[in-house]
């Protein structure tokens, strides 16, 4: 029993509304609060949110609301899942409402452009009043909407309250792994977009499977050597939050940002890539976030330089990839 019964959802895309299903299997009472009130009626009158989850039916008792106070006032512990850039705003209009000691989880991932800030210091900043933890790890929305077997890494620095959100949100088919990690968790939640952009762009271009693996391999040692700069530990990056959620958005066409490379690699240019998606591509936001970052830390990150310069700086694909190929021989290892 984790004593945590009742569960606001705040942001009903494809990954709150996943949470929100996964938080009903758990048995928990859950409000899930959506900005567009066409989701409000889709997910109350017909059971479904054709609009960012479209082909997943859900359960009956998952209620929705366009009533953001209510929702906060009445939970007992929040999901933060609105996209990156905007969860600065989402805290701010949620403030009155969140009592001290509220559990917030964050389930986004990503790096604020505006102040290279990780998503627990935007929410610490914001809602000093809330106990903050971090969801994050391998998890595409429609297969754990569907039930199909997850596991995530959940961390908080109140190992207490860690094991009461673990309990309140683990069943057998979403297995919450517990860590006190978040600066590492958050880090690889939100370096591995820009590297599956990466390699989506391998793939699109046809560079083959041995480059693929070269990337993810020397992406993750990118992606350590920023965590460990902040603080993060090693063993975060090589676990389900890190690696995993690396290996799986790095190679498979249902990523957002692997698709989006993909289409890159193609010859396609951004803007239409963009034009034609009404979800969120996070590592398109996080690419510039993450360079920054390194830069301020004195980390090289060669590939996710290539992916920002490619994206925010004008820069032309052939010529950067070219670069990336010719940088000097160095030493293997973080
Ligand atoms: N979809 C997944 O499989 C998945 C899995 C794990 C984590 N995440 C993370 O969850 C977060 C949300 O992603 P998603 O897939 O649920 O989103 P989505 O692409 O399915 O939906 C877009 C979301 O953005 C919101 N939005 C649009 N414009 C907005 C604005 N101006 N202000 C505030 N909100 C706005 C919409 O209301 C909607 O909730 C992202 O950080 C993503 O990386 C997603
Ligand atoms: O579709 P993507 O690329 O946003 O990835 C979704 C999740 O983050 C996978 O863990």
Redesign the pocket.
Same mark, same amino acid.
């Given at each position: 029993m984790s004593g945590l019964e009742r569960i606001g959802v705040i942001? @009903? =895309?494809?990954?709150?509304t996943a949470l929100a299903v996964t938080a009903r299997r758990a048995g928990r009472m859950v409000a899930l609060w959506?900005?567009?009130p066409e989701v409000v009626e889709a997910v109350n009158a017909r059971h479904c949110n054709e609009l960012?989850l479209p082909g997943v039916a859900l359960d009956p008792g998952l209620a929705a609301s366009g009533d953001l106070g209510a929702v906060v006032a009445a939970a007992e512990a929040l999901l933060l899942?609105?996209?990156?850039q905007?969860l600065r @705003? =989402?805290c701010r209009a949620l403030a009155a409402a969140c009592r001290p000691g509220t559990p917030v989880v964050i389930?986004?991932?990503?790096i604020e452009l505006a102040s290279c800030a990780l998503m627990h210091e935007v929410v610490a900043a914001e809602l000093p009043q809330a106990v903050v933890a971090v969801l994050s790890g391998p998890?595409?929305?429609a297969e754990v909407a569907r039930g199909l077997p997850t596991a995530i890494t959940l961390a908080c620095g109140d190992a207490g309250l860690g094991q009461a959100l673990v309990e309140a949100l683990g069943t057998p088919s979403f297995r919450p792994y517990l860590s006190d990690d978040l600066v590492g968790a958050e880090i690889g939640g939100a370096v591995k977009?820009v590297l599956a952009i990466a390699c989506g762009i391998v793939e699109g271009r046809g560079f083959g499977d041995n480059a693929r693996a070269a990337l993810i391999t020397r992406g993750l040692a990118e992606m350590s050597r920023l965590a460990l700069a902040r603080g993060g530990r090693i063993e975060t990056l090589m676990g389900l939050s890190g690696l995993g959620d690396l290996m799986l958005t790095a190679s498979s066409t249902q990523s957002r940002n692997y698709s989006l490379g993909f289409a890159l690699g193609e010859g396609r240019a951004l803007a239409e890539i963009l034009g034609g998606r009404h979800?969120?591509t996070?590592g398109v936001h996080s690419a510039a976030a993450v360079v920054g970052m390194a830069e301020k830390h004195g980390i090289e990150m060669p590939i996710c330089a290539v992916i920002d310069a490619v994206l925010n700086r004008g820069a032309d694909l052939d010529s950067e990839i070219e670069g990336l190929l010719a940088r000097p021989f160095r030493s293997e290892g973080v």
């Open positions: 942001g @009903a =895309g494809a990954w709150g959506a900005r567009e960012f899942v609105t996209p990156a905007h @705003a =989402g389930c986004s991932k990503g998890t595409f929305a977009n979800s969120v996070e």
